[in-house]
């Protein structure tokens, strides 16, 4: 999710300052994806420059409240309506961690693969004890983002059990002898077999 439209969809709601921004946003989505103050006026400063807010004079406290624009909604709808694209989301660093670990002499790929099996099935764990903690119906947006990352985390389960197995059947190039030839391959059991 950007945290442009997360912005504006709370905007949506009502007139907010950065720091009701950064609460709510928190809240909406159950704290599983922490903004930095610092995100948060970034962002509001950019949507303004493009037009899709406006910043309101400064309280007495102050906080300088922001709005959402008609082009700020139109956006917002617009986001809505759109599927997210697979080609849209941040490259996945466990999988390219897995490949690189492949190809990198020295590294024990089946251990980098048990490590984070484990650390997941902790995370699974963790988010589940999370989801029967409430259930209220105003925190239904918090136990959909907690089932979505517990779909996430079962799945990447399953990616890894399927990467143990591919690496148990994958067999690594024979190493070639200096002379560019394989070495011979001696069947144990055929030796036994003629002894």
């Known amino acids: 999710m950007s945290i442009r439209h997360g912005l504006l969809a709370l905007l949506e709601r009502g007139q907010m300052y ?24 970034t962002t509001l400063n950019r949507l303004e420059r493009d037009g899709l807010v406006r910043s309101l004079p400064e309280h007495e406290g102050g906080q300088r409240p922001y709005e959402i624009t008609d082009a700020g909604r139109a956006d917002l709808a617009l986001w809505f309506v759109t ?69 996430q985390a079962e799945a990447e389960v399953r990616w890894l059990d399927h990467c143990e197995t591919s690496l148990v059947r994958h067999r690594p190039a024979t190493p070639t002898t200096r002379t560019g030839s394989p070495p011979e391959v001696v069947d144990r059991a055929d030796e036994e077999a003629h002894r």
């Open 18 to 41: 950065g720091y009701q921004l950064r609460a709510s946003f928190e809240e909406s989505t159950g704290s599983t994806w922490p903004l930095n103050i610092g995100q948060v006026y």
């Open 83 to 151: 599927p997210i694209s697979r080609t849209d989301r941040p490259r996945d660093e466990l999988s390219i961690k897995l490949a690189l670990a492949l190809t990198t002499p020295g590294v024990d790929v089946r251990a980098v693969v048990q490590t984070q099996r484990s650390a997941t099935m902790r995370t699974l764990q963790e988010l589940t004890r999370l989801k029967y903690t409430s259930d209220r119906p105003e925190d239904l947006p918090w136990r959909l983002v907690l089932d979505a990352m517990m779909f």
